[in-house]
C-alpha cells in the first residue's frame, strides 16, 4: 500500500502483488492495528460524538445520485474554528490552500478513516469536527460558507493521515464516470460503526441530510409503523471484517512492522476493525406487486396495474450484497454476475424495444470507471443495468430459505394483509400459510412493477450497475477478508439504496442484529418497503386475523387505500381510515392533503 502497507500475508503466504495498490481503504489491506492498541481501536475504546443527536446535517450530495459528502475545516478541531468556512477547496488535498474547508465522504464501504496530513503517514485517535455542507455542489459563494458550521464532533476517532497528492494512484477521486469528485477525506466504517446513521436523499426540494445518534430512537413496532422495514445483517448477523494473526508485510521505507509514530507491531497479533455490513439480496426479481381495481372483489399479486397475469416464476437470484455507502448505484462483480444475470457481454441492449420481459439486465454498450478510496482507478468496466434488487432481513441461522425465497413469501404475505384490509377498511395481520410471511422485513428498489399499459421491462427505471471483474485487487481482498466467516460478497450496494429513501445504518442494535433500516419516501413502483406486520388492539371479521398496525399497510395498493380514506370524508379527526395514510405515494397525499378534501392530516 502505496510505500507505508503494501499489502498483508497470513501464516507466511506472500500476498498477491495486485492487492499491494490499495491505500488505506476498501480493503482489509489498510493499515493494520498494531497489537499495542492504539491504532484503529485494538481496543475497546469507542468513537464518541458531540452535538445534536438525530438533527440533520445538510449534505453535498444529489438525490438522483447520491455520494454524501459533509465538509470538514484542515486545521484545529474540537473546537475548530467558529462559524462558517472562510475558503471552500473540492480539492484534491495538495492542490488546497491551507486552512481550507474540504469535502468528506461518508462511506461506510471504507473500512478506515483517511484524512490529509502534513507530511508522511500517521496513525492515531484524534477529534473529527463535521460541517454542514448544503450549496457546496454549486457555486460557492459568501452565504453558502457561512452556513458552513460545525454540526457535530466525533472524538478518538481513529485516522490513517495519508499524504496530500495521490497515493498508489488514488488522487482523491471517488464516485463514477457518471458523478465523481475530488474529496478531502473519508469518514469510514471505523467511526460510523459506534453510531445509528441516518441518510436522506428526497427526490424534492429538500435537501440531502444525514444524521448521527448514539442509539436510534423508538421499539422495532413504533419504527414499522413509520415504514421503517429492519433488514438485519446476513447471519452471523454481525459487522465482519476482522482477520487475526496476520503478519506484516511493508513496503520501502518502513522496516520491522514500525511506522513513523513510533507504533510497533512486535507480538505479531493484528486485528481489524469490524466494519463490514453484508446483506441477504435477491438480484433482479421479477416486477411483482399486490393490485386491485375498483370494482374489484379481491386483491392478487400481478407484474403491474391493470395485468391479469401472475408474477413470474423466475424469482430472481440469491447474493450476498456490502453497503458501502460512498459507492454509486450498484457493483456486481463479474464471476457473480454472469450467475446473478448472465453474462454481461450476452445481455440484451438496454434500447432494443423488443426487449424480452423476461430480461434480468440490458447492457448499455457504454464502459464506465470507478473510484474507490484508496484504489487506483478502475477503469473500462461494463455498465449495464438491472431490473430491480430486494433486500431481506438475514437469518437467524447458517441455513434457510434462499433470499429470493423469503421475498416472495413477504410478498404473498401481503397479498394476505391486502384481502384483510379490502374486507375491513383497515390495517389487518392475517394468518399465514406455508410460503407466505408477515413477519419478514423487506425491501424491492428499481422496477417494483410495471405501470399501466407496460407489457416489457423498462431500463430507464432499472439500476444502474458497474461490472467489475473478480480479479480487481480491491475485489480480491474485499472477499479475502470476508470469507470464511461470512458468505462470499458478489458485489456492492451503494447509491441504488440511498436514492429517493430514508436509510439508516444502525449499528447501535445488540452486537448480534445490527441491521439497515430502509424507508422509501414516494413508495410505489420504484421503490417499496415492508416493515414487519404487527397486530393491534381489538379484533377484526376476517377469518383468522387480528387488528393491523399501520405496519401492515405499507405496500398495499395506493387506489384501495385512497378509496377507504375518502370514506372517512366529512369525519372528525382523527379518523380510522386514515390509519394508512403514511403507506401512500408523495402525489396519492398531496391529492388527499389539498384543502378540498383535507385528509390524512399531519402526514409528512
Known sequence: MLGLVSGLKSTGEATPSSLRSGVASFVVAALPCLGIGLAFGCTETQVTGQGEFGRPIPLASRSEAPLPRLAWHDGDACPGMAGGCTSYCEGPPESCPEGSCMPLLIDSGTPISILPGSGGTSV????IEVRAAEGLLDEVGADTLAQ????????????LRAP?????????????DLESATVGGVLGGNVLRDFAVEFRHPRTAETPSIAFYSEFPGDEEALA?????YVRLQYPGRLLGRLLNDECDLGSGVEDCTLATGLSASDQELLFESTRALVDACVAPPPCAVEWEPGDMGCRLAPGDGQEAACAEDRGASATLVVATGVPGLVLFSDSAESLVGAPSALPDCSDPELSPDARACTTGETGSLYLPGWAPLDGLQRIRVRALGLVRGLDQASGAAPCERLRARLEGLHQQCEGFLAEGQPVRPNVESGESIAEAGVVLGEVSWVEGQTTGAPDRWLDTLVVSATAAPVIALRR?????GAQPDGLIGGALLEDTETVLDFTEASSSPGVRVRCLDPGDSCVALPSCSA???SVDFEGARAGRTSCCFGLPADLITQVVLGGEGKEAPRAEDACCAALPRAYLNDLQSAELNLCAGVE
Open 225 to 229: 409503523d413509520q415504514g421503517l422495514a
Open 481 to 485: 477478508e470476508i470469507t470464511p466467516e
Open 164 to 176: 496530500r497528492g495521490p497515493v498508489g494512484g488514488w488522487d482523491w477521486q471517488v464516485g463514477d
Open 124 to 127: 492515531g485517535r484524534e477529534c
Open 536 to 538: 393491534d388492539v381489538g
Open 148 to 159: 458552513t458550521t460545525a454540526a457535530f464532533r466525533l472524538f478518538d476517532a481513529p485516522i
